[in-house]
Nanobody, 114 residues
Framework: QVQLVESGGGLVQPGGSLRLSCAAS????????MGWYRQAPGKERELVGI??????NYADSVKGRFTVSRDNAKKTVYLQMSSLKPEDTAVYYC?????????WGKGTLVTVSS
């Protein structure tokens, strides 16, 4: 089981920025899809953004504001979030698909509030 450890969550004001990081316990390849989901209170978990090779996919709600990137040498994926809104408040989960198995981090809380 690959361990994924997120960091970087916290409280930020609307319009602010935050960067999340997720470090994997094993080596990852560019072809392994890796990225972020989120779950707001009372809602289902939803895709935020994911990267595989040179291809990235984002939820419509975050396009133009969030950017997913990765450093395979550091076994780390990042989520740069800008122009944050209160509705971005959620627990953000790191995700990795490797050898057909889905791996999840424990999540990091992002709260957008004044």
């Amino acid at each position: 089981q690959v361990q994924l450890v997120e960091s970087g969550g916290g409280l930020v004001q609307p319009g602010g920025s935050l960067r999340l990081s997720c470090a994997a316990s094993e080596s990852i390849l560019s072809i392994n899809p890796m990225g972020w989901y989120r779950q707001a209170p009372g809602k289902e978990r939803e895709l935020v953004g994911i990267i595989s090779g040179d291809i990235t996919n984002y939820a419509d709600s975050v396009k133009g504001r969030f950017t997913v990137s990765r450093d395979n040498a550091k076994k780390t994926v990042y989520l740069q979030m800008s122009s944050l809104k209160p509705e971005d408040t959620a627990v953000y989960y790191c995700y990795l698909l490797k050898y057909g198995m889905r791996h999840w981090g424990k999540g990091t809380l992002v709260t957008v509030s004044s």
